[in-house]
């Protein structure tokens, strides 16, 4: 039997009091490896996952960061790529392309021989981004065929991935559920992109859940094993719960995780900065009790960073081995931005099909347009030169330069654009460019970009 290290067996009086009401005790809630429904297969497969079961301690887990780029917007989330001093989900100290990711499992593996599980987890979504994920897991899979493959997503883009996932070997998956009623949806999701659209509210919810519980339902009839995450946020899904999990049940997901909403004002996300608490640990235990009528329930999660290495609880930081230094924000007056863009309305453009940038200088009072930039276009036919003097040629083009906003970009030219000390984004695509501007004025002041504070604040 798998059993929670938290839950009823060691929640304050009053959840326990939750427990006690619901007939569930600390045991019921987890998974119950004894049930002959469970091949021997399945039942390896978890307890030799350290995220998946807490049997699974003595194996390490690698997290490699090469997924950038999100498709949905998250009320609790804030992607950090340059960060090396939060402790959460969507944060890391640099992106990697597939070549180094592998690079850096095969180095792990050397120092720590029990690394079982090679994971890809942000820090946008793994299926929004899916050349490179597929690219890396099947890298990863030629260095160690013994090796698990994980992805965890938000489910958006699951559905059609999944014989892809299959493909390259996935064996578990996890997918970010927080609700199947879209009212509620629209409280955490401020917009999904879909089928090249940017759509809002309760038609965005309706479309990300319904294509979620689709995707889960594919994956586990592919033969993954499928954990859910959600997020419990007070006033919001905390009374939801029970709902949700037997949701997830009839659509075959394995185990259920449910995760405190992490919302310091210090990390800057919108929960963060207009003051949604946090769930107390009572809450949390209540949460887990309600879920578990329906669902197996794990709450060993650490809530672990996108490039995380080691044991659950245990990270290594392999920059310091490897002299790599986060990239620390500049501190300035105002900064240059570059927008991709077609209409001169919208950011509209694919990065490498822009000929010209619009220039906007971002000061902390106001914003003031600057011209057009011209560039030698990267992409050509559908094509892109992806040759160092292209993207040198590139860069030159926009020295001065602090960010690009742009519709989309490819995994190389993010790279080199961030080595260079330019930040790309494709948070704003199809945004009109004033209200994205604006939007990232206000964003750099809460996160104190115009004052002597460093963009990476420490974890409380």
Aim: with cysteine; hydrophobic share 40%.
């Amino acid at each position: 039997m798998v059993q929670s290290n938290g839950g009823c067996a060691s929640a304050s009086p009053a959840a326990a009091s939750s427990c006690e009401q619901s007939g569930k005790s600390a045991a019921d809630l987890g998974l119950n490896l004894d049930d002959p429904s469970l091949s021997s297969d399945v039942v390896s497969k978890v307890t030799s996952h350290p995220c998946y079961s807490p049997e699974g301690h003595k194996y390490a887990r690698i997290h490699l960061p090469v997924a950038p780029a999100c498709n949905i917007q998250c009320n609790y989330c804030n992607r950090k790529f340059d960060c090396s001093n939060e402790s959460r989900p969507g944060v890391v100290s640099k992106l990697l392309s597939p070549a180094k990711g592998v690079q850096r499992f095969v180095k792990v593996k050397e120092r720590i021989p029990e690394t079982n599980v090679v994971g890809i987890a942000g820090p946008g979504d793994p299926l929004a981004n899916p050349a490179a994920t597929l690219a890396t897991l099947k890298a990863a899979a030629k260095q160690d065929s013994d090796v698990h493959l994980c992805v965890s997503t938000n489910g958006l883009a699951l559905l059609e991935l999944v014989p892809s996932l299959v493909k390259v070997g996935v064996s578990h998956l996890t997918i970010t559920i927080n609700c199947i009623d879209a009212a509620i949806g629209a409280k955490i999701y401020p917009w999904i992109y879909f089928n090249h659209k940017r759509l809002r509210g309760r038609e965005a919810s309706q479309v990300l859940i319904d294509r979620q519980l689709a995707g889960l339902k594919a994956a586990v009839a592919a033969g993954m094993l499928v954990k859910v995450n959600t997020v419990l946020i007070p006033g919001i899904n905390d009374h939801h719960i029970e709902a949700l999990a037997q949701e997830l049940k009839l659509h075959g997901a394995l185990l259920h995780n449910i995760m405190p909403l992490i919302s310091d004002p210090a990390h800057g996300t919108y929960f963060g900065l207009t003051g949604q608490r946090q769930p107390t640990e009572d809450e949390v235990a209540e949460a887990r009790a309600a879920a578990g009528s329906n669902m197996a329930q794990m709450s060993h999660c650490q809530q672990c960073r996108a490039d995380a290495v080691g044991h659950l609880g245990q990270d290594i930081d392999l920059d310091a081995d490897e002299s790599v230094k986060p990239v620390q924000q500049e501190v300035a007056e105002s900064y240059l931005v570059a927008v991709a863009t077609k209409s001169d309305v919208l950011i509209d453009q694919h990065f490498g099909h822009a000929q010209s940038f619009a220039l906007y200088q971002i000061y902390e009072d106001s914003i003031a347009p600057m011209g057009r930039r011209d560039v030698s276009q990267y992409c050509v036919d559908n094509e892109c030169d992806e040759t160092e003097s292209r993207m040198a040629s590139m860069l030159q083009a926009l020295e001065g330069v602090s960010s690009v906003l742009c519709a989309r970009i490819g995994m190389t030219p993010w790279q080199a654009l961030e080595q260079a000390g330019v930040m790309p984004s494709t948070d704003y695509a199809l945004f009109d460019i004033q209200q994205a501007l604006s939007a990232l004025q206000q964003q750099w002041l809460e996160q104190g970009k115009f004052s002597q504070q460093s963009r990476c604040k420490e974890a409380v």
